[in-house]
Every structure is written in structure tokens, then in C-alpha cells.
Antibody
Framework: QVPFVQSGAELKKPGASVKVSCEAS????????LHWVRQAPGQRLEWMGR????????KYSQSFQGRLTITRDTSVGTAYMELSSLTSADTGVYYC??????????????????WGPGTQVTVSS | DIQMTQSPSSLSASVGDRVTITCRAS??????LNWYQQQPGKAPKLLIT???NLRSGVPSRFSGSGSGTDFTLTISSLQPEDFATYFC??????????FGQGTKLEIK
């Protein structure tokens, strides 16, 4: 059984927003933090931000500040990543990945031990 | 931000070869360095945590070493399933994370 189920591929026009979901199918969502990581074509993986499943606390990369919103619904064990004002540079695969609980300064078990399968987001006019 | 630089960017090798991939951090990250393997079209798979701790279930031909700014991933005897892209991740400066640019390991 896969640890996460992510929503399907998206095709968006420039300027639009996209919302991708990540359902924790195999563990207690509230005990961990879920992070979002982007892999753009030919680029290195890029950490975007994270949310604690339990308290909902979020932290965002400055690269996405103002455009990125991460939320969660504990009733369905799902985290959501919404990215606005899309450009072609946002084309890529978006992964969710798990660490332990995160405070403002650090995360428990800070390596990403389980990942979702990824969601392809394509931005094109 | 902590910059992570991997070398080489690509590498050709044969089954049975011993290969080493290097990751360098722009500042001291102690042993907060993790290694991942990624097959085409798949999510990354965690191999090694804290520079040298082999994740449960990962074959023992994989090993990691280093501390401070310089780290290595070694595959002692390449198997066909090892041809993939490998990248490092610093977890010293959490909750901010920085990845290496990746090393593509190809069959010679």
C-alpha cells in the first residue's frame, strides 16, 4: 500500500491557480508534517513548504511566499497545496513528502522518508 | 540558504563497478545529510540518513560517509537496478531544505 495518494495531473493557463491534494493512506496524519517539493524539468528538487498534520502550523520557502498556501483537513487525512499566479516556470512534478512534527526551528526525523507519487502540473497558454 | 553541490553531474559505469558520488555543502552541516535514489518517473527513495545510516531494507552495497561539508555515497558493486539519479539533501537548516542538483548514473 502506498503511503500517499496524490490528485491527478493538471493543465493550467498562465495566471491561474492550481490545488493539489495529498492523502495519507497508511499512517496517522496528525503525528507528522507533510512537505511539498517541486521538480521542474532539468532543475533540482525544490522545497516549497510544509504543514504539521496535528496543529496546522505552516512554513513556506521565501521563493513561494505570497503565492503558496498549504492547508490540511484532518478528517480525511489530507494536505493541500495551492499555488497561484502560475507561469510556465511552475511547470513540473509536485511531490508531497513526510517528516516528523516540525516546530518553528526544526523537524523531528527531518529526512523525507516517504513520498507521494507526484502530480504533474503543466502551465501553458 | 545552504548550497549543495554534487559531483559528478553524470557518471557512466558497468555492472559490478564501484562508484562514488560526492556532495559538498556551502557551510558546516555536521552529519545532517541524506541520500536518495530516483528512478525515471518515480518518487525519490530514501537510502541513507544522517550521512551514514542505511535505511532499513536498503541493500548493504550502498554506504555513506562524511561530516561537516564533504560527503560521499558509495555503491560497492553496481547492480542493474542501481542505474538511476541520486541526490543529496541537507536537513541541518530545517525547516528549510536544500537539495543537490543530482547525479545521473548511466550504464556504460
Amino acid at each position: 500500500q502506498v503511503p500517499f495518494v496524490q490528485s491527478g495531473a493538471e493543465l493550467k493557463k498562465p495566471g491561474a491557480s492550481v490545488k493539489v491534494s495529498c492523502e495519507a493512506s497508511r499512517y496517522t496524519f496528525a503525528n507528522y508534517a507533510l512537505h511539498w517539493v517541486r521538480q521542474a524539468p532539468g532543475q533540482r528538487l525544490e522545497w516549497m513548504g510544509r504543514i504539521n498534520g496535528g496543529d496546522g502550523n505552516t512554513k513556506y520557502s521565501q521563493s513561494f511566499q505570497g503565492r503558496l498556501t498549504i492547508t490540511r483537513d484532518t478528517s480525511v487525512g489530507t494536505a493541500y497545496m495551492e499555488l497561484s499566479s502560475l507561469t510556465s516556470a511552475d511547470t513540473g512534478v509536485y511531490y508531497c513528502a513526510r517528516t516528523g512534527f516540525c516546530s518553528s526551528y526544526s523537524c523531528l526525523a527531518p529526512h523525507f522518508d516517504d513520498w507521494g507519487p507526484g502530480t504533474q502540473v503543466t502551465v501553458s497558454s | 540558504d545552504i548550497q549543495m553541490t554534487q559531483s559528478p553531474s553524470s557518471l557512466s559505469a558497468s555492472v559490478g563497478d564501484r562508484v562514488t558520488i560526492t556532495c559538498r555543502a556551502s557551510q558546516n552541516i555536521k552529519t545532517s545529510l541524506n541520500w536518495y535514489q530516483q528512478q525515471p518517473g518515480k518518487a525519490p527513495k530514501l537510502l541513507i540518513t544522517s550521512a551514514s545510516n542505511l535505511r532499513s531494507g536498503v541493500p548493504s552495497r550502498f554506504s555513506g560517509s562524511g561530516s561537516g561539508t564533504d560527503f560521499t555515497l558509495t555503491i560497492s558493486s553496481l547492480q542493474p537496478e542501481d542505474f538511476a539519479t541520486y541526490f543529496c539533501l541537507q536537513s541541518y537548516n530545517t525547516p528549510i531544505y536544500n537539495f543537490g542538483q543530482g547525479t545521473k548514473l548511466e550504464i556504460k
